[in-house]
């Protein structure tokens, strides 16, 4: 079975192609690989492609996003990255959609109620769930009427308990829909289940502590298969110092801000995910390589920005090891997850009370890996990150009702 993947962004696309029709225990390299970038420069869009051993990569005077999804696809069938004769050997697309609301707590089929779902959630995710959008419904003018699955970041939080996603607002947010979603749902939930196959357990019966730190940081509680709690809510906002967002912050700031320096509400739209966490303290990027590499040269506000990452990362990891009432393994993944041996040593130290131990030679590697010490009380795992084999593997799950 060949599903197409798609994860269509505001201003950047990504798609693969798995080729399931023999079984995998784990995820296989997808047969071809495309993105769009549509920063580029104005007026055109970079595509590039890989498949049958060969890559390309070219700007294309295109600025409709349908037609960039149409030039991207094409090259499935056309040139040097060839690897279906036509395009009706697609027979399932997968989509990662951002924000599927208090309905939506497992993959599903897109029907045309499921559009209208995602439209009227846009309001809570109006940089995401447009383009979600239309990435399907380029799909469907692309490839006719192939079966397509919608996996929502947000649903693997959505049974979440309502002590852990409400807010202690008026209970009329409640009836409004104001409550904490939390996302990364689908790394989450990837991670979750790829560390009870490595530690050789089953997932029921594990408590674990899955960190999605990347460009943008979330952490789970995961209680026996379950999220329980989450850093992020309402928004993607809220919780751990990130890149450019700067997590949770006191509201009486912003009230501040509006009243004595007359923000608007775009402003501090601006303010909070543009120009804050490690790019606004340290005053250099969003990347947390170069924040560190500057923290090693002695640049006293990279290490700032280090300190506060850290501090605040020790914090909800209490916060979410408090709601599992236990733990017996950490997980890292993401971007700075995966690749980040000082973030390991820092974000693990003040956890040895439980027992966590890491090893002394820690490494990055291009395999998953337990980092934890053979004397270690707790595992700790490095995980790369598969949401695309997540998201087929969904479509496999749907393959009954098509």
């Not at 402003?267 to 560190?292: F, H, P």
Request: net charge negative; charged share 20%.
């Amino acid at each position: 079975m060949k599903i197409l993947v798609l994860n269509a962004g505001s201003s950047s696309h990504k798609s693969c192609l798995f080729d399931l029709t023999e079984g995998h225990s784990e995820a296989p390299e997808p047969l071809w690989r495309a993105s769009l970038d549509w920063t580029h420069q104005e007026g055109s869009v970079e595509l590039s492609a890989s498949g049958s051993g060969e890559s390309v990569q070219q700007v294309l005077p295109i600025t409709d996003k349908a037609a960039g999804l149409e030039a991207m696809v094409k090259t499935l069938v056309e040139g040097p990255t060839q690897v279906l004769s036509s395009l009706g050997e697609i027979e399932a697309v997968g989509h990662r959609v951002v924000h599927g609301g208090r309905d939506y707590v497992d993959s599903v089929r897109v029907t045309e109620e499921v559009k209208a779902a995602i439209q009227q959630l846009i309001p809570l995710a109006p940089a995401h769930n447009p383009a979600n959008l239309q990435g399907i419904e380029a799909m469907e003018r692309i490839l006719g009427d192939v079966p397509q699955v919608a996996m929502f970041d947000t649903a693997f939080h959505a049974r979440m308990p309502k002590a852990a996603a409400l807010y202690p607002g008026p209970y009329s947010w409640v009836e409004q829909g104001i409550r904490r979603y939390g996302f990364h749902g689908i790394s989450h939930q990837y991670v979750a289940q790829r560390a009870a196959d490595l530690m050789g357990r089953d997932l029921a019966d594990l408590k674990l502590l899955t960190c999605h730190l990347g460009n943008g940081c979330s952490l789970a509680a995961v209680k026996g298969g379950i999220s329980v709690d989450t850093t992020m809510g309402f928004t993607p906002l809220e919780g751990l110092m990130m890149g450019s967002r700067s997590g949770s912050v006191d509201p009486g700031i912003l009230i501040y801000l509006m009243r004595q320096e007359g923000y608007s509400a775009d402003q501090l739209d601006t303010l909070l995910n543009k120009e804050s966490g490690l790019k606004g303290i340290s005053g250099l990027s969003n990347d947390m390589r170069g924040i560190a590499e500057a923290m090693e040269q002695g640049n006293a506000r990279a290490k700032l920005a280090v300190d506060m990452f850290i501090h605040r990362l020790h914090r909800e990891m209490g916060a979410m090891i408090a709601s599992l009432g236990g733990l017996d393994a950490v997980v890292f993944t993401a971007g700075i997850g995966e690749n980040s041996p000082l973030l390991w040593q820092r974000a693990s130290a003040p956890f040895e009370f439980l027992g966590l131990r890491l090893k002394k030679d820690l490494a990055r590697a291009k395999d998953d890996q337990d980092i934890a010490a053979a004397d270690s009380g707790v595992s700790v795992l490095v995980i790369h990150t598969q949401e695309e084999w997540a998201i087929a593997q969904a479509c496999l799950g749907h393959r009954y009702s098509f």
